[in-house]
């Protein structure tokens, strides 16, 4: 009845944001909510930051659509320092954030969108907003629910000549999962072997907690693009800052997409763009705020991970970044007697009933009847938990006594709902 693109008839908002809204206003009504669907950084924005942004927040001019010089240039540069990657700042494009960039990156490539289930929430769906075709990579708790060479090649020889783009995230959302050196050759084997362009999103590359991230982009160079911003590791996701890094054999298409860039967003907003290059600069303060950071994140996921197997449940360990997976499909029988019989049915019922906001696995691309769910285990103060752990060591951070002290809204929720789906076990 209404004169809609068919493209989004029907699209509902963001899971993401969605759950996050709904936690708000429930919060709001007076209900106590442990806040585990948003992934957004617990942690302050780094000082250094704050004050590079506060000095600049005269800037009123447009800057260049590719981003202002000055941040191109911190941008490679620190891919070079951490990652031992060479690109050209001409070839570096900054934008409103990462998840704007993949939009435009999935607008002007014209290819076939590959992703693993799971996968983040948006991949999909931006496809599907610009009408490209989008193939859903089979994974496997085996694996740890990664891509696997194997599975890339199958998808790949069945047309060979078709054009793709591989979305890799890493440290993984959902999953937390991250890749080795021997797994990420070897898929870069298979995308080299096809034409691949592989879009690498390491948002979450700085909370790696053994702060030893790798990029594909080591193995396969020449296809491609590193994504990264300020979202994750330096909290500052409402600074809405990613950036895309092009070989020089993509120049092409990084060209391509500062065109559209000019036609849509002009540029970023000028005083977060100068803000951000402190966050990109070889400093102690961001040195330190890194180190503690991973460390908390570290000792929360893996405290949460224990309680989640203890009580039943199938995921992946956790290598970096916000997330638990869990699935609880080996609990089926006791959850289904008491009505759940798929994921949206699981997180709606622990949202009523034990006050606990989280996603289910099926907006994440998995069988909607799979009982697995999304934990963004990110609600508490990450400022005081950074301070604390600033003045302890990484094993005095795994005590309980921290975590009930630092993330105790966190630790208390996933106690919760691990009580809550043992119970259904029981009955």
Request: glycine content about 10%.
């Amino acid at each position: 009845m209404y004169p809609l693109n068919e493209n989004v008839r029907g699209l509902a908002p963001s899971a993401t944001i969605s759950i996050n809204a709904l936690s708000r206003q429930m919060q709001a009504e007076g209900r106590s909510v442990a806040r585990l669907g948003l992934g957004q950084s617990p942690f302050p924005v780094p000082q250094v930051m704050r004050d590079a942004l506060a000095r600049h927040a005269g800037e009123k001019d447009y800057l260049p659509v590719k981003g202002l010089p000055a941040l191109r240039q911190a941008i490679a540069d620190w891919l070079r320092r951490t990652e031992g990657l060479d690109y050209d700042p001409e070839h570096v494009l900054v934008g409103p954030g990462t998840k704007e960039l993949m939009f435009l990156l999935q607008l002007t490539y014209h290819g076939e969108l590959v992703i693993p289930a799971p996968s983040w929430v948006s991949y999909a769906p931006q496809a599907r907003i610009i009408g490209r075709q989008c193939r859903w990579l089979p994974t496997d708790i085996e694996h740890g629910l990664r891509v696997t060479p194997e599975v890339l090649e199958a998808i790949c020889r069945s047309d060979p000549y078709r054009a793709r783009l591989l979305i890799l995230n890493y440290p993984g959302n959902p999953t937390g999962a991250s890749y080795g050196r021997d797994q990420l050759q070897a898929i870069a084997e298979v995308a080299r072997r096809y034409r691949v362009v592989v879009l690498s999103d390491e948002i979450y590359s700085g909370l790696d907690f053994a702060g030893d991230h790798v990029s594909i982009a080591r193995y396969y160079p020449e296809g491609t693009i590193v994504s990264n911003g300020l979202s994750k590791w330096a909290g500052a996701g409402g600074w809405r800052l990613g950036a895309f890094a092009f070989p020089d054999q993509l120049a092409w298409l990084a060209v391509a997409m500062a065109a559209v860039a000019s036609e849509t967003y002009t540029s970023t907003a000028a005083p977060i763009q100068y803000g951000a290059i402190a966050g990109f600069e070889d400093s102690g303060e961001m040195a330190a705020y890194l180190v503690a950071a991973r460390q908390v994140m570290g000792a929360i996921l893996g405290a949460g991970h224990r309680l989640l197997v203890d009580v039943g449940a199938r995921l992946p360990e956790p290598d970096g970044g916000f997330y638990l997976f869990p699935d609880f499909t080996a609990l089926a029988d006791g959850l289904r007697r008491r009505g759940m019989t798929n994921s949206a049915q699981l997180c709606r019922r622990a949202l009523e009933e034990i006050g606990v906001a989280c996603l289910p696995g099926s907006d994440f691309g998995r069988p909607p009847e799979e009982l697995s769910v999304r934990l963004a285990c990110v609600d508490f103060d990450g400022a005081r938990a950074l301070a604390a752990a600033s003045r302890l060591s990484s094993g005095e951070l795994a005590d309980e006594a921290f975590l009930r002290g630092h993330c105790n809204p966190t630790l208390t929720a996933l106690e919760r709902l691990c009580d809550w789906v043992g119970a259904g076990a029981m009955t």
